[in-house]
């Protein structure tokens, strides 16, 4: 589906939503959860293109969901990954390894009962794969040979989140840093209060862009004053103590739970997200 020119949205796919970038050098932002590989190269050669002119795999976040195809497709095509410097570990040998997510995090119950995390056994989760990141990101980058594809560092959901503007009609990707409910943005759950405090910090900075279209990890696209929505996201009050927030978005939060119980949809198994 062709949420702009040059940008197709692949249907399909289990996790986050997969952005295909379609201009002379074509990239991919998310992959969504392991074992999309081989249908997202069924899309690119569906466009007429060949799975080897993908050049980039640009990973929003670490999160599996977004980031669990990202090294098979990386096998079929050759694609180099692209994440945020602080999405990453140095593997001990100098070369760089997507972090996997909860590493030393105490990640309360609550939070996994409410993500859907916690409902299959261990042995049943999907495990985070080997992932490198042959390009680390920082914030203000462009991508070598996508000039019109700018990086914003918008840490909060995770440390090296970020969110990229891609001018042309101008279209900003916001990950999992804005959740588009439908009738309005509001913010992604997360348990930790700093976090939520450097998540506003990020999106405030996001205030001043301009953007026609807004892409998420999740849900649909948002067309027509989309900056004013974003804004009005961040007057809104977020510096709450977390059960106030769990309060306050209870209705919002219990069909989100409703729908993490879909195959496929969301983290699918692991705490961390959406
Ligand atoms: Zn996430």
Redesign the pocket.
């Known amino acids: 589906m062709e949420i702009a020119p040059n940008l197709h949205r692949i249907e399909g796919l289990t996790g986050s939503n997969v952005v295909l970038l379609t201009g002379e050098q074509m990239a991919v932002i998310d992959t969504g959860m392991p074992g999309n590989g081989e249908l997202i190269v069924d899309y690119i050669k569906s466009i007429g293109r060949s799975p080897s002119e993908l050049r980039w795999i640009v990973l929003t ?1 670490h ?1 599996l969901d ?1 980031s669990g195809s990202a090294t098979e497709l990386h096998g079929m095509t050759g694609a180099r990954i692209a994440a945020h410097a602080d999405e990453a570990l140095d593997s001990g040998s100098g070369e760089l390894q997507l972090r996997k997510g909860t590493e030393g995090q105490h990640i309360p119950f609550w939070y996994r009962w409410i993500v859907g995390a916690s409902r299959r056994p261990a042995s049943q989760r999907p495990d985070f794969p080997e992932t490198p990141i042959h390009h680390a990101l920082n914030d203000g980058d462009a991508l070598p040979d996508l000039p019109d594809v700018e990086v914003l560092h918008t840490p909060g ?1 995770t440390p090296g989140s970020i969110c990229l503007l891609v001018r042309g009609p101008n279209v900003l990707f916001l990950g ?1 840093s804005a959740i588009n409910n439908r009738d309005r943005i509001s913010r992604p759950l997360m348990w930790n209060r700093q976090h939520r405090r450097d998540l506003d910090a990020s999106l405030r900075r996001l205030r001043d862009l301009e953007a026609e279209i807004a892409s998420f ?1 999740h849900g649909p696209h948002l067309e027509g004053e989309v900056m004013e929505r974003l804004r009005s996201l961040t007057d809104r009050p977020y510096d709450l103590p977390t059960w106030r927030i769990v309060l306050k978005n209870w209705r919002t939060l219990r069909r989100f739970h409703a729908s993490t119980r879909r195959t496929g949809h969301f983290e699918g198994g692991r705490p ?3």
Request: net charge negative; proline share 11%.
């Open positions: 976040h999160h977004h959901h999992d990890g961390g997200g959406p």
